[in-house]
């Protein structure tokens, strides 16, 4: 079924790459992100690769969120929502106690209360319609607590997860989805200066598995399901000090 998909976040690594995977599987796009220059480059490539397809773009910075409904609004009257992925975020983070609450309140703010805003607009049009899937990138990252320079990143994804899980609970049995996807370690613009990470997958490969999750509307999905399906189970689980150990 041909789908009108938001995504936001969309002009680099993964919001890029999930554009690049709906539009092969011949869904509409609106593409939102701060950096204008390249969501143009990117609706060119797409055009150019599918001419029968709608590519739409706004500039769109999430911590401003009176902007993010007034984008949402705009987006929706000109192609109507079928599916929004609340995709845009942050990486930054120092260990907390060290003086750089810039980057980790910057991180909390767009990882969090972007998201927050994000998933506000998209309700309201979903709402309106009784109609609509809802899909919330958060990360493993966010199924435990973890250290150091990735504290405040997992506590901001495991927010995500558990606001996602909030109004999946109250839109059961209502035509409106809600997906949490859960991504493993997919090489990015935002990890890749970092070297050595066991079990990291391209960007093609593990946007693939995240489409697939989309596309199914599974309400959860760990991704690629090897090895974080079990692995999920472990960090979930383990006691901290055998956590510790393991990243």
Same mark, same amino acid.
């Given at each position: 079924?041909?789908?009108?998909i938001l995504i936001?976040? $969309?002009?680099? /690594?993964?919001g %890029?790459e999930?554009?690049?995977?709906?539009?092969?599987k011949?869904h509409?796009? @609106?593409l *939102?992100a701060?950096r204008?220059d390249?969501?143009e480059a990117?609706r060119?490539?797409?055009?150019?690769?599918?001419?029968?397809?709608?590519?739409?773009?706004h500039r769109?910075d999430?911590?401003?969120?009176?902007?993010?409904?007034t984008?949402f609004?705009?987006?929706?009257?000109e192609?109507p929502?079928?599916r929004?992925?609340?995709? $845009?975020?942050l /990486?930054?983070g %120092?260990p907390?106690?060290?003086?750089?609450f810039d980057?980790?309140r910057e991180? @909390?703010? *767009?990882?969090f209360v972007?998201a927050?805003a994000q998933?506000?607009a998209?309700?309201?049009?979903?709402r309106a319609r009784?109609?609509?899937?809802?899909?919330?990138i958060?990360?493993?990252?966010?199924l435990?607590g973890?250290?150091?320079?990735?504290?405040?990143y997992?506590?901001?994804?495991a927010g995500l997860a558990s606001?996602?899980?909030?109004?999946r609970?109250?839109?059961?049995?209502?035509?409106?989805?809600?997906?949490t996807?859960?991504?493993g370690?997919?090489r990015?613009e935002?990890?890749?200066?970092?070297?050595?990470?066991?079990?990291?997958?391209?960007?093609?490969?593990?946007?693939?598995?995240?489409?697939?999750?989309?596309?199914?509307e599974?309400?959860?999905a760990y991704?690629?399901?090897w090895?974080?399906?079990?692995?999920g189970q472990?960090?979930?689980?383990?006691?901290?000090?055998?956590?510790?150990?393991?990243?």
């Open positions: 079924m041909r789908r009108n936001t976040g $969309a002009s680099s /690594g993964l %890029a999930m554009a690049r995977q709906f539009a092969a011949g509409d796009l @609106a *939102t701060r204008t390249r969501l990117l060119t490539e797409l055009i150019e690769r599918y001419p029968q397809l709608r590519v739409v773009v769109l999430v911590t401003d969120h009176e902007q993010v409904f984008v609004r705009a987006i929706d009257a192609l929502l079928d929004i992925v609340v995709n $845009a975020g /990486g930054k %120092a907390l106690g060290t003086g750089r980057a980790n991180t @909390a703010l *767009t990882n972007g927050l998933a506000e998209a309700l309201e049009l979903f009784n109609a609509g899937h809802l899909v919330f958060s990360s493993i990252s966010g435990r973890l250290p150091k320079t990735v504290t405040t997992a506590a901001t994804k606001l996602a899980e909030g109004v609970m109250e839109l059961l049995r209502t035509p409106i989805k809600v997906s996807i859960y991504p370690y997919i990015s935002m990890n890749e200066r970092v070297a050595n990470t066991p079990f990291m997958v391209d960007t093609e490969t593990g946007v693939r598995a995240m489409v697939a999750a989309i596309e199914a599974k309400a959860k991704v690629p399901s090895p974080w399906v079990p692995l472990v960090m979930r689980f383990a006691p901290l000090a055998v956590l510790r150990r393991l990243i």
